[in-house]
């Protein structure tokens, strides 16, 4: 799904490339498409508190300026070819430093000095000496291979970049929004590659603003879908999943013993950390679905009806929520952050303790609706309870 955010700039980049006269034909209101696409993605972002998005949209902005401020002449003028040649270097600087600072929550006053700045860094290039210098750390110019390749130096540059920062983000597993921040690098470098294409820059613009709303949408789904604290599906994804729910299924319902008692004793951030446990653990295993159905119960559901497969894997999940050592967060905290490194200096004794789970499970009959084999399995929850917890019953 993550990878869905690349859509609109393989789309541009294939018609800029096959078909030309495509994007030459289609009547392209500039500046106002880029002014409307970006300004959707900010009232969008915006409305859901999806601060992130925000800085990402000035960038753009703030480098779309530049381009039509700066890069409108022939390149054969000194200060439109140094700025040319600055241009990739600043735009690479500004987003790794996006993608590494801590953003801050634009309503504060350091989010909007930050916005503001982030907005007008790009126009720092029209002053000579700034451009100057960057156009001299240009990287491009040593990796060109032939004066009678000008352009392959920037191509090698955009390739190696491109092709490390898309490694990190595959090996992170990094979310729709963090693949988006590459396709906005990107965009604004293939029309510095391919500068004399038409309305280029507003072409990078929107496939940037199409990107940024994909990856917002996926990010909306997660929040709809997706329990933060665990990281599993919730109640709503669930209820979908069982409705279509094949005739050689099984379902489990499962909850922490006596989790009430343990919130009360240690606190609710404890009970969080076990929570986080049984979610990390429930991933772990494979053979089920997991989700969060509510509070501390989970529902697995497995797509197939074979009880003693079944069994194994719960017991196998049982198991190792049992056996798992659970180490208590130590609730004090230091006064000063000198007496924190001396605390940190000297060992602790940390508590542990031991987390038990029940859990009951049942296979489909065809008379099955999803609140029928959710009751089932829940009154088999209820008899592993009933016969003394940290146990499984299939029925």
Known sequence: MSL???????VWVLLGLFAPTVLADVALPVPESVVASLGLV????GFFRQWQWLYWCAWTAGFYALIQMGLQQPLSQQHVAVLYEALPVWLSLTALLLVFIK???LLSPRGFLLFVAVGLSPLLLLI???SGVL???NPAEMLSLSDELPGIGLSLWMIAMGGIWATVLLYKN???F???QLVAWLAFMIFVVGIEQTDASAWAALAISGSLLLALADRMLKLAYIDELTGLPQRRALMSELQHLRKRSAVCMLDVDHFKKFNDRYGHEVGDQVLRLLGSILKSVSGFKAYRYGGEEFTLVFSHNNEEKLKDVLETVRSKVANYPLTLRDPSRPETSG???EKRGKQSNKKTVKVTISLGATTKVPTDTPDSILKRADENLYAAKKAGRNRVAIE
């Open 4 to 10: 869905v955010v690349f859509l609109p700039l393989v």
């Open 174 to 176: 990094a979310s729709a």
């Open 339 to 341: 007496k924190g490194k």
């Open 135 to 137: 156009a001299v750390l």
């Open 128 to 130: 000579e000496p700034f």
């Open 103 to 105: 953003l801050p929550v």
């Open 178 to 180: 963090r693949w988006s």
């Open 42 to 45: 900010t009232l969008i972002a």
